[in-house]
């Protein structure tokens, strides 16, 4: 019995000190592996630490049907009254442009990709912010999306 405290109590010591840093993580399912244009990725954070510095990630997973080497997204990071405080397009390759080969990690079809969108961003004021995400490509219902998401850290180098 007592062997058994010791190692769940290391245990919990190992996973609450492999702390990345993050303060938010969602993904956002499509339905039917399908990213309507006018279908924006919403989230909802909050932030109570201006004194440290914060990086964003995209995260993403496709299908290996993805009818495009890449994807372009726009996002804007907003407060809770519409104030945009960045926004921007970026363009993420999804697929080697010679060989077709599937950057990501992935398993048979699927594969997810987490990309720094912004890097050591500092915000000025506490409180509720919002991000959103969009799919710029040419096409009104782009394929084979199967979700997108947000995670936000504190930046580990201070």
């Known amino acids: 019995m007592n062997r058994i405290i010791v190692f769940l109590t290391i245990l919990i ?21 399908i990213w309507n244009k006018d279908s924006a990725a ?14 964003f990630y995209f995260n ?15 996002y804007s990071l907003e407060d809770t ?3 945009v405080y960045d926004s921007d397009l970026t363009n993420i390759n999804l697929f080697d442009s010679k060989t077709g080969k ?3 990690n992935g398993m ?16 000025n004021n506490p409180g509720l912010y919002q991000f959103r995400i969009r799919q710029y490509m040419r096409m009104d219902s782009l394929p084979e999306i ?3 998401g947000l995670r936000v850290e504190r930046s580990l180098s201070q």
């Open 81 to 83: 009254l519409g104030n």
């Open 108 to 123: 048979g079809d699927i594969f997810d990709h987490q990309y720094l969108v912004i890097d050591d961003y500092q915000f």
């Open 146 to 148: 199967m979700s997108v």
């Open 102 to 104: 599937p950057f990501g």
């Open 42 to 55: 919403v989230f909802d954070f909050e932030i109570t630490d201006i004194n440290s510095d914060y990086k």
């Open 13 to 33: 010591f190992i996973a609450f000190g492999c702390n990345s840093g993050r303060i938010f993580e969602k993904n956002v399912k499509f339905s039917d592996r």
């Open 60 to 74: 993403l997973r496709n299908t290996i049907l993805y009818p495009y080497q890449n994807i372009y997204l726009s």
